[in-house]
């Protein structure tokens, strides 16, 4: 679930070429970090698959949570295009709103817990989607890429929310795995076509 801008005129120093085609100017440490905490919760997720929901839903409260708050603090401190900035705090807060309803036990059913897995994943693809759209070259593809993994992930969820607890378990911890590796893998490839 990452969060793509970058100052103007800040870019060689942000890891990406000034004047590149890339000019979605990616965060590296950003967009890193947001991989490996989504590939760890995925981790975290397999590897208690006889954990209770309750659990499940903390551990989807707290990643919700981390990366809403880095959404919404990278579309308060950068200064590239507002309307990638309103995008960004818009998906940012909402998945603050659902990390803050599953620590509350809102979620406390299966079908509720899955509802919110899927809007979030649902933000998140239509974020990197839009965002991939403002931006040029291969960090186009990336983002268009992980972002109808997102929605496919999301669509999941929101059309099958009735899942049990063990498929619920595996749907999550899966796909974020995935998902987060690739934002990992996106992050080293496009800082390494900017020093390139």
């Known amino acids: 679930m990452a969060t793509f801008s970058a100052r103007h005129g800040d870019a060689p120093r942000r890891g990406v070429a000034h004047g590149s085609p890339a000019t979605a100017a990616v965060p590296f440490k950003q967009t890193l970090t947001l991989g490996v905490i989504t590939a760890l919760f995925g981790i975290v ?3 208690w698959p006889g954990e209770t929901l309750r659990v499940l839903g ?9 990366a809403g708050v880095m959404r919404v603090a990278a579309a308060l401190t950068e ?7 309103v995008l960004t705090g818009v998906v940012g807060a909402a998945m603050i709103i659902g990390g803050v309803a599953c620590l509350r036990d809102v979620a406390n059913g299966v079908v509720v ?4 897995v899927g809007l ?3 933000l998140t693809g239509v974020s990197e989607i839009g965002i991939g759209m403002m931006t040029h070259g291969r ?3 990336w983002l ?6 997102s929605l496919v992930v999301g669509l999941v969820f929101v059309v099958w929310p009735g899942v049990t607890l063990t498929a619920m378990v595996l749907l999550t911890g899966i796909s974020a795995l995935v998902i987060g590796c690739v934002e990992i893998a996106f992050a080293f490839i496009m800082r390494r076509e900017a020093r390139a």
């Open 120 to 122: 979030a994943w649902l």
């Open 113 to 116: 817990l899955a509802l919110i």
């Open 79 to 85: 200064h590239q295009g507002m309307g990638r900035r």
């Open 144 to 149: 268009t890429t992980m972002g109808v993994a």
């Open 45 to 47: 997720v397999l590897a």
């Open 58 to 66: 903390a551990l989807v409260g707290v990643w919700l949570l981390v």
């Open 139 to 141: 960090a186009r593809i």
